[in-house]
């Protein structure tokens, strides 16, 4: 191995040990082919995001989609906007507390995030390829750990 090939080994180790970067370059890996659906489906990942959190449980507020999409309330709200014109959402009054809107996916909503899904999940089928469901489990566990660790 030449001096020039073994420094770029040295520094590829390097950087495969660091785990910002691991990260960092799996989420671009993983965003990839969903970004390119997105595009074709005419929507972008601000409005993946709160199609996800919908998703997952609607009639939610403003704050908690802020919260459990990790974006701004700024933003949120002009995608939020955008959506209820488009028919993808809708934003109710919370019954009894005026103060809070609670946000609902529609019929064409879901329909969009159960299309979109479809690849978010192929992507994790190739994602945990060749893992058990012990291992399967572990690594969801040491990705929620290492998210409360950064969390406080």
Known sequence: MTRNNSSKSTNRARFDHFLPLLITRLAYQLN?????????????????????VLAMGDGIT???????AM????????????????????????HGDGRYVEVFLTDKGRALFKSLNIVVRRRQRRLLKGFSPRDRAATFEFIRRLSRNMAG
Do not use: C, F, P
Request: aromatic share 4%; no cysteine.
């Open 32 to 52: 990839n082919d969903l970004v390119e659906k997105l595009r074709r489906e005419g929507i972008n990942v601000t409005r993946w995001r709160i199609l996800a």
């Open 62 to 68: 403003i704050n908690e989609i802020t919260d459990r």
């Open 71 to 94: 974006m701004q309330q700024s933003a949120l709200s002009r995608a939020l906007m955008n959506m209820e014109t488009e028919g993808y959402v809708r934003r109710v009054l919370r």
